[in-house]
């Protein structure tokens, strides 16, 4: 542990308000370093990233010390092996191009323009709380198709889960409130599957796919934690991105082809989960560290997606990057993004939607990403031309 003077160095407040320079040092000295204050340690390049993601054997989720399980119970975010594909099965078939296009899309458009037919009058926004973060529920919602609930209510249950597994992570217990949002969150599943008329894919996940009903909630709430923060951050993260580089904005607005590949580079920049853990299953050397059996090894998204190695001039936001999709915003591996295809197209008609209806669309005070985790802009305040 004493071969780590980069990672020894390290602090939760260098890591939380803008790790890249410290992700640099350590992804060209040392690439899998141990950070006492993470207690763990951090792999930043991209090959032993992309090595111990797609390795479950020898990095896996399934440890008692994951948080999210503590909360909610085993889901396919906190299972390995057969388990694993056993959770994640029901739920790829409705994330597969086919339903993502047929159903799921028309569903973000909808959001999109009722969101938009209620700001747009206004002139300036707070585009996290009054655009991305309601966009993302609506959407996830209408996904679950939990019956007799609202995407308002979805919020306040995922906000609660949230509040409850960061409380588990710091140390703590899981909140009562976070307990009574996951029951709530169980009745209203029953209620659903028990529904002869639904399409909730979570209907399907138990009438077809034989999971029992607590493993169905426990899958839901994994599905608000991927299709909501990450999401909100996505859309942004990308809307900061385009609004403090003028010129790219411009090519963008000139060529709307160009928004799929600043969607990649935004992720590769900056992408909303910005490390994801796993749990050393047994005495392995990754790179030129030997890490201990039962040691948290932590993938930081945001240093391999920096890594010069793969990407030229990594610091730079460039729309033509021919290999942007080489990033790691989604992770790889058995626990690859469900909502990849989602999440593109939600960002894509989002950021699109806000372009054609707020014209001269600007920041209305600076912003930047922040976070130990999940990574966007707090606030971000924006202002643009009204129109009578």
Partial sequence: ????????????????????????????????????????????????????????????????????????????????????????????????????????????????????????????????????????????????????????????????????????????????????????????????????????????????????????????AVLMFGGIDTTESMIANLVLHLLERPAVLAAVLADRTLLAGAIEESMRLEPAASVVDRYATDDVTLGAARIRKGDLVRISIAGANRDPAVFADPDTFDPHRTNARANLAFALGPHFCLGARLARAEAEIAVSGLLDRLPGLRLASPAAPSGLVFRKPPELPVVWDHQA
């Fill in 1 to 220: 542990m004493t071969d780590f003077p980069t990672g020894a160095s390290a602090t939760v407040a260098e890591l939380t308000a803008d790790p890249h320079p410290l992700l640099a040092r350590l992804r060209a000295t040392e690439p899998v370093s141990w950070l006492p204050v993470l207690d763990g340690w951090l792999v930043t390049s991209h090959d032993l990233a992309q090595r111990a993601m797609r390795d479950a054997r020898a990095f896996t989720v399934d440890d008692p010390r994951f948080s999210t399980a503590t909360v909610v119970g085993p889901s396919m975010l906190s299972l390995d092996g057969p388990e694993h594909e056993r959770h994640r099965a029901p739920f790829v078939p409705p994330f597969r191009p086919a339903p993502v296009r047929e159903r799921l899309t028309a569903a973000v458009v909808r959001s999109t323009d009722r969101l938009l037919d209620e700001l747009a009058p206004a002139g300036r926004a707070e585009l996290r709380a009054d655009f991305a973060g309601p966009l993302a529920v609506e959407v996830l919602a209408d996904a679950l198709g939990l019956k007799d609930v609202d995407a308002a209510t979805v919020r306040t249950w995922y906000a609660a889960l949230v509040e409850s597994v960061s409380a588990v992570t710091a140390g703590g217990e899981p909140t009562a409130d976070g307990a009574a949002a996951f029951a709530t969150l169980g009745e209203r599943v029953a209620a659903t599957i028990a529904d002869e008329e639904s399409d909730s894919l979570l209907v399907a996940a138990v009438r077809t796919y034989g999971l029992a009903g607590e493993e169905a909630v426990a899958n839901a």
